[in-house]
């Protein structure tokens, strides 16, 4: 599987962006799909994450701001974000599992990985 992410850009504080993954390659519906970010000098964190059920799942960090979702007829999830901040600033990369839904916050069970794509909150 191949994951592409975009719409990464320079917004304002307290707007919206909208992020893509399109995956390619594979059966894409048979796998979680996820979000984290890296901000500079810092770890990659977990996001959000969409089950291949239907699930989500939300970090505090992003709760109520961010909405994750996925449409598989176009092999591609979304990453919504609403209230941006300043901290919310980091690399942001679209990650493709098979691993247990507990499991999901974790960095190292993703098999697949975008590239990144950069997003900038400015105060």
């Known amino acids: 599987v191949q994951l592409q992410a975009s719409g990464g850009g320079l917004v304002q504080a307290g707007d919206s962006l909208t992020l893509s993954c399109v995956a390619s390659?594979?059966?894409?519906?048979?796998?979680?799909a996820g979000w984290f970010r890296q901000a500079p000098g810092k770890e990659r964190e977990f996001v959000a994450a969409?089950?291949?059920?239907?699930?989500?799942k939300y970090s505090d960090p992003v709760k109520g701001r961010f909405t994750i979702s996925r449409d598989n007829t176009k092999n591609t999830v979304y990453l919504q974000m609403n209230s941006l901040k300043p901290e919310d600033t980091a690399v942001y990369y679209c990650?493709?599992?098979?691993?247990?839904?507990?499991?999901?916050?974790?960095?190292?069970?993703?098999?697949?990985w975008g590239q990144g794509t950069l997003v900038t909150v400015s105060s």
């Open positions: 969409f089950g291949w059920s239907g699930n989500t």
């Open positions: 990650g493709a599992t098979t691993t247990i839904w507990g499991r999901v916050r974790e960095e190292n069970v993703y098999t697949y």
């Open positions: 390659g594979g059966t894409f519906r048979r796998y979680t």
